[in-house]
């Protein structure tokens, strides 16, 4: 991610739109497209709810994780360290 991204990603995060950086950050990385799905269907459910069900929630940690070592594995630790400095 450049620095213009890093940007967006952390005025999401300032925004509270935590789902939407989530999802943000999966559609950066071609080899995460199935996390970019999932996070989708998590916002919308939150939309349809009206908030994170705490269950909700928990899954969608999981998929952070996920997300997080995916980016690492590929990209290496500083792009890792970088985006979760916006989170």
């Given at each position: 991610?450049?620095?213009?991204?890093?940007?967006?990603?952390?005025?999401?995060t300032e925004n509270n739109?935590?789902?939407?950086?989530?999802?943000?950050?999966?559609?950066?990385?071609?080899?995460?497209?199935?996390?970019?799905?999932?996070?989708?269907?998590?916002?919308?459910?939150?939309?349809i709810d009206g908030h994170?069900?705490?269950?909700?929630?928990?899954?969608?940690?999981?998929?952070?994780?996920?997300?997080?070592?995916?980016?690492?594995?590929?990209?290496?630790?500083?792009?890792?360290?970088?985006?979760?400095?916006?989170?």
């Amino acid at each position: 991610m450049d620095t213009e991204q890093l940007k967006v990603l952390a005025d999401l995060t300032e925004n509270n739109r935590h789902g939407e950086a989530r999802w943000y950050i999966a559609d950066k990385f071609e080899y995460c497209s199935d996390l970019k799905q999932q996070f989708n269907l998590i916002n919308k459910l939150a939309e349809i709810d009206g908030h994170l069900d705490y269950f909700l929630g928990q899954y969608r940690s999981e998929k952070v994780k996920d997300l997080m070592e995916r980016i690492e594995r590929h990209e290496g630790i500083k792009v890792a360290v970088a985006i979760n400095r916006c989170l």
